[in-house]
Nanobody, 121 residues
Framework: QVQLVESGGGLVQPGGSLRLSCAAS????????MGWYRQAPGKQRELVAD???????NYADSVKGRFTISRDNAKNTVYLEMNSLKPEDTALYYC???????????????WGQGTQVTVSS
């Protein structure tokens, strides 16, 4: 059993900042890519940013220069630093991790429950 628990969401004014965290726990042998996705009402879930085990990052064009993803492999945790937030960043933010339960097991994706980010004055 694996759990991904997000935290750090909330209400912030335009131009403000938030830091999201996502900690993975449970039966984990190794974690590969970790990332953040978001889904706004009436829209499809989209990739915000992801990061490999070695720290190679990838960002959606809409957040480049404003958001920074990082991870602490010792803590099985991924972070998303969000600056210069805009109303269009409002969404439910989900954490995703690709991981294995055992050395010979297959990679599997796991998702968190989501944390709400609302950008409004």
């Amino acid at each position: 059993q694996v759990q991904l628990v997000e935290s750090g969401g909330g209400l912030v004014q335009p131009g403000g900042s938030l830091r999201l965290s996502c900690a993975a726990s449970g039966s984990i042998f190794s974690i590969y890519a970790m990332g953040w996705y978001r889904q706004a009402p009436g829209k499809q879930r989209e990739l915000v940013a992801d990061i490999s085990t070695r720290g190679i990052t990838n960002y959606a064009d809409s957040v480049k220069g404003r958001f920074t993803i990082s991870r602490d492999n010792a803590k099985n945790t991924v972070y998303l630093e969000m600056n210069s937030l805009k109303p269009e960043d409002t969404a439910l933010y989900y954490c995703k991790a690709i991981l294995k339960h055992s050395e010979l097991g297959a990679d599997r994706p796991y998702w968190g429950q989501g944390t709400q980010v609302t950008v409004s004055s």
